[in-house]
């Protein structure tokens, strides 16, 4: 069964089975907006929230009550519409590890759409610029707090994530965790860094947004020039990790936890939270904090195995001594053009994977780790395993590639900070490279050009970086 809206100037065709897909959500909400005219983007938000089953009492407290008899302030949506906008909306988790209500993006990064949404809605309602009530715990800071007390209670593996892959990239369906869950997926916590930062440009606004979609759009459609991030706009979704670093300190967030929580304790179960256990939280919210600074404002986005379409590895890999004391630059050479996209960054490791298991015999794709010019790095062996990448020294160092033929030119200026500042940075603080790591060009330790000139003669300006010693 279709859902047809035919205009002047575009013809909708909506599918009940539509994938999970941020095109697609963008493309429905559309739909609501066209049949909607007029209608202002906290109201369409209000109605996507009454669809998605989202007012319990602690959204209530920040957004107030979704009136059920007000048919002039909601937006008007047939059922296809609105069981479409449940299952992106609505998150859980399935016994079989699957998770809902979220939706995959142009960029390749997994998105809850709940925590997004309340984000904006809140920065929408705000009577005052750039400070939004309610904009943390909605989006994000009771998701971390509820995690931080049931790993503490062991009721729980992990305080964070995991990610996972989707079982089609181009028309994704079904979201399968890669580990045991916690309440702060990294698709959650994705939708609620994303939440904070347009809660908060929506604020600081003179003008409202006319259209939800259109900000939606902006943000996750971004289509980068051959210069790639470094003179793309600063609110996209490829920049989430950047922009929220500058947004949020770790005493905030800390902060924002706590309240939320104590708020959940109130608004929730009905009941007020001693000092002496608000000592004790602070204590277990504090050790999660700096767990998530780590892994997602530290560490850099990585795009897994499976989200590329890696194919298995060959063997048995050799697992690696950490912590490592090298990291050893590459280009690819070819491909020799940098990706732009996460289509063509997936497909040009896909390429790689080919040549090297196929035509060199190797195991799996040499590299440690990939990084493209699309604002990601892609994993290849990763931290665990050691790699084919500078023959004699693979099991002392990780192999780091820029994909792209960079003898008389260079990486973006954004895409070497990522393996310069962001993954090194990472690599140390999670014990995977020691703190006086040495940096090598590939071309120091075998006989080749590589990583090229250009980009050889600039990373001999880094720290880190090393002169053979004959």
């Not at 309602?125 to 062991?154: D, E, I, M």
């Not at 001693?274 to 997602?296: C, D, N, P």
Request: proline fraction near 5%.
């Amino acid at each position: 069964m279709l859902n047809i809206i035919k205009c002047k100037q575009v013809c909708f065709l909506i599918s009940v089975t539509s994938s999970q897909h941020m095109d697609d959500f963008i493309r429905v909400l559309e739909q609501v907006e066209y049949r909607n005219p007029g209608l202002q983007p906290v109201n369409v938000l209000r109605g996507l929230r009454r669809a998605a089953g989202l007012r319990d009492e602690f959204m209530q407290h920040f957004l107030g009550t979704i009136r059920e008899d007000s048919t002039s302030e909601a937006p008007v949506m047939d059922s296809n519409l609105s069981d479409f906008i449940g299952r992106a909306v609505h998150h859980q988790v399935t016994e079989r590890g699957r998770e809902e209500g979220v939706v995959l993006t142009a960029d390749g990064t997994t998105v809850a759409m709940s925590p997004v949404l309340l984000g904006i809605e809140a920065g929408l309602v705000s009577k005052t610029r750039c400070q939004v009530r309610g904009l943390y715990p909605l989006t994000l800071a009771r998701n971390l707090g509820l995690s931080f007390q049931r790993f503490h209670s062991s009721l729980l593996s992990h305080r964070l994530g995991p990610d996972g892959c989707w079982d089609d990239v181009t028309s994704p369906q079904v979201f399968t965790l890669s580990d045991k869950p916690s309440l702060a997926t990294d698709a959650l916590v994705n939708g609620g860094m994303d939440g904070v930062i347009l809660g908060m440009e929506v604020s600081a606004q003179s003008q409202r947004p006319l259209k939800l979609s259109s900000l939606l759009r902006t943000y996750y459609c971004h289509h980068l020039e051959v210069e790639g991030l470094d003179t793309a706009p600063r609110l996209i979704s490829r920049l989430r990790r950047e922009n929220f670093r500058e947004l949020a300190r770790p005493p905030l967030l800390q902060r924002q936890v706590v309240r939320s929580l104590v708020l959940q304790r109130r608004l929730i179960d009905h009941s007020t939270m001693l000092s002496q256990e608000k000592e004790e939280l602070t204590a277990v919210v504090r050790e999660g904090i700096k767990e998530f600074v780590h892994k997602y404002m530290d560490c850099p986005a990585i795009i897994p195995r499976c989200q590329w379409g890696a194919a298995p590895y060959r063997g048995t890999p050799t697992p690696l001594s950490l912590p490592l004391s090298f990291m050893y630059i590459h280009h690819t050479y070819q491909p020799g053009q940098p990706c732009l996209t996460f289509q063509q960054c997936s497909a040009d490791m896909r390429s790689m994977q080919r040549f090297h298991q196929d035509d060199r015999g190797w195991d799996d794709i040499g590299y440690s780790f990939v990084a493209g010019s699309d604002g990601y790095l892609y994993e290849g062996r990763g931290w665990h395993w050691q790699g084919a990448h500078t023959k004699g020294y693979n099991s002392k160092g990780y192999g780091v590639s820029f994909i792209g033929d960079y003898t008389s030119r260079l990486p973006s200026q954004q895409t070497m900070e990522l393996v310069r500042d962001r993954l090194a940075s990472c690599a140390v603080g999670g014990g995977r490279l020691v703190g006086n790591f040495t940096l090598y060009g590939h071309r120091q330790l075998v006989k080749t050009s590589c990583p090229g000139d250009a980009l050889y003669s600039e990373i001999t300006g880094w720290e880190h970086f090393g002169e053979v010693q004959n």
